[in-house]
């Protein structure tokens, strides 16, 4: 193995790019095969283009630097400085049509071309994408695998590029789930651009186990290059690639002021509520907990019991009091898409499926003291823009509801509860106010066609808004229980999480204090890959990141409760564990605890299992938590 620890490289300005991650996989080819393959359905907004590959050659001056070379190609092959060689691979054993190609050697393998930055020879591909019959984006890559070495003075990785939008990924041989870690999609440019990535800034995309990187274990680097739907063409070269030492990193810059937190004042009024359905909802909807990323999914059609009566007796015994239950009822439709086109004027059930399940934690929380909410749940965002306008859809709905809610009709417990739908525009946050009234109105008449004793609990449109449900006048049915939900200070309940725009934050802290806050924004994952919005809530937040910010917001909603008469409840609330300090989320429970019992408004915690847990692999209630969520263990 030929490694150069100390070597020469043209001296290059560098842009700092980094953050987020992307997927891998599958068929390859090359001098090696190496590991590799998912089905991760990432998501890249912009495809690809074609650019020029510039040939000019303008030879540097060269200059000392540190690190571990992985390839300058200037020897012209497709070998790597290990011994490794370079390869590519595209989507086509799971089902896609892209395809990618290189110059090769008279053996078929991969090889430099002529023409690299400011040298003679760099790693060219030109590549088509095309989703074929593939579920998720298409997809190809150049790749190379890496032998084991010791890194332990290695913070990152060097490279420059011409070419598509594409992402680096640092694939090690702890990620056993392909969820490897990697940056955000890098912009395509018609021109040489060298790029350092910071390995404390690269994440996992979050689908699947959550695993801490480890620098020794680095086992391949790829350029993933992702599409969409729309077939596109484009190319991609690489050059100059290599290990960054640790003090060749660029230098964090301090951009924050360690401001004295501003900690509003909040009124708080009369909360008194005298309907019956206040003193319902504190006996059976109080510290309750979701069932979560299991039957709510968009192919979580019932298959097995992920979770069941083990569950139940555990999260009873350790004080709970209330299931939330998110399933997608319309999944166990048999004819949804003949009634959607109008095929159909009446709707069948595989009751057999549905009732196995509703009926079993009908049981199973009887049984063991918890109230159940059946929380129709559409993680596939069926109910958007357009379907929120079809009355088709809107009848579609109601008919599960009725058929659901005929089933428990002569049911004698009071304490099972019919949740609409959750937060019904779900993805895109546009369905209005009144779109969204005139669709529950038609589920809510459709349920007391066939049960007037049971309770039904409504969110409002754009995610259970507060502000919405604030200028609501409430529905003339006298047996709703309304809904909010909340997750602010947003920055710290959701670093880290993947699917957001915080896939790079981590360690912020809460509640904030001055003393202990960063004057470097970076040491809070922030790089060039994080957009605005991000870095203007970390400037901020010495304003929202306190008990009292909360409290201001969710205090809206219980006084039109108050003046309304009815009753109000939190149902889903929670915090991302992996980014955050144990401390920091037990205080943020400890201020979700205070203000609900000061408000006197019940919860359910979102959720059980999953980033935002309440127990932990084991199955055993994170330290802390019992007391901070004031639980009576049996």
């Not at 090696?32 to 089905?39: L, Q, R, S, Y």
């Not at 590519?88 to 290189?102: K, L, M, P």
């Amino acid at each position: 193995m030929n490694i150069k620890s100390l070597l020469t490289l043209s001296a290059t300005a560098s842009l700092v790019l980094m953050a987020g991650a992307c997927s891998s996989d599958d068929k390859k080819t090359g001098n090696k095969n190496p590991v590799g393959g998912d089905d991760n359905p990432a998501v890249c907004d912009t495809c690809a283009t074609s650019t020029p590959i510039d040939t000019n050659i303008t030879p540097p001056a060269p200059v000392e630097i540190k690190g571990i070379w992985i390839d300058n190609f200037e020897d012209g092959d497709g070998n790597s400085e290990q011994g490794n060689g370079w390869f590519t691979y595209d989507d086509q054993s799971n089902g896609g049509a892209s395809v990618i190609t290189t110059p090769v050697s008279e053996e078929g393998y991969p090889v430099a071309a002529a023409g690299g930055y400011q040298s003679n020879f760099a790693f060219k591909a030109e590549y088509t994408l095309d989703k074929g019959e593939y579920e998720y984006d298409p997809y190809v890559a150049i790749a190379v695998a890496i032998d084991p070495e010791d890194f332990a003075e290695i913070g990152g990785i060097h490279y420059c590029y011409m070419g598509g939008i594409h992402t680096v990924r640092v694939e090690t041989s702890d990620v056993r789930d392909f969820d490897v870690h990697g940056t955000k999609m890098l912009a395509s440019t018609a021109n040489w651009k060298c790029v350092d990535v910071k390995f404390r800034d690269i994440t996992q995309e979050g689908w699947g186990k959550h695993v801490e990187f480890d620098r020794e274990n680095i086992k391949q680097i790829s350029f993933h290059i992702k599409g969409s739907a729309k077939v596109t063409t484009g190319s991609l070269a690489i050059d100059d690639v290599r290990f960054l030492h640790n003090d060749e990193l660029p230098p964090d810059v301090a951009d924050l002021e360690k401001k004295p937190a501003e900690i509003p004042t909040v009124e708080i009024g009369d909360i008194a509520i005298s309907n019956p359905l206040q003193e319902k909802a504190m006996k059976y909807l109080n510290k309750g907990v979701n069932f979560t990323n299991w039957l709510e999914n968009a192919d979580g059609k019932f298959k097995k019991f992920e979770f069941g009566e083990k569950d139940i007796k555990l999260l009873a015994d350790y004080g709970f009091k209330s299931l939330r239950l998110p399933i997608d009822l319309d999944l166990y439709v048999t004819n949804k898409k003949d009634f959607l086109a109008g095929k159909a004027t009446e709707l069948a059930f595989d009751d057999d499926t549905l009732f196995l399940v509703l009926d079993s934690f009908d049981k199973w929380t009887k049984e063991n003291g918890m109230s159940l909410v059946i929380d129709y749940h559409e993680y596939d965002n069926s109910y958007n823009l357009t379907s929120s306008k079809d009355s088709i859809y809107i009848n579609m709905m109601a008919g599960v509801w009725k058929h659901v809610a005929e089933h428990y009709a002569t049911s004698e417990r009071e304490d099972i509860f019919f949740e609409l739908l959750n937060e019904p525009d779900m993805t895109n946050g546009k369905v209005t106010a009144a779109l969204w009234t005139n669709a529950a109105q038609a589920m809510i008449d459709a349920i007391r066609s066939v049960d007037k004793k049971h309770t039904i609990i409504f969110g409002d449109a754009q995610w259970y808004s507060i502000s919405l449900l604030a200028k609501r006048t409430p529905f003339e049915d006298d047996n709703i229980v309304y809904s909010i939900h909340t997750y602010e200070p947003f920055l710290f309940t959701h670093q880290g999480g993947s699917w957001t725009d915080y896939a790079a934050i981590h360690d912020i802290p809460f509640p904030y204090v001055a003393e202990d806050w960063s004057e470097f924004s970076a040491t809070y994952g922030v790089n060039a890959g994080v957009i605005s919005g991000v870095k203007t809530a970390i400037k901020n937040y010495y304003k929202t990141g306190s008990k009292e910010a909360i409290l201001q917001n969710v205090v809206k909603a219980k006084n039109w409760a108050v003046t309304n008469n009815v009753p109000v409840i939190i149902n889903e609330f929670g915090a991302l564990r992996d980014k955050s300090d144990a401390q920091s989320v037990l205080n943020y429970y400890k201020a979700m605890m205070d203000i609900c019992d000061t408000l006197q408004i019940p919860w359910t915690h979102w959720g059980y299992t999953g980033g935002f847990s309440v127990v932990d692999n084991q199955g055993k209630l994170y330290e802390g938590l019992a007391d901070v969520m004031k639980l009576e263990a049996k």
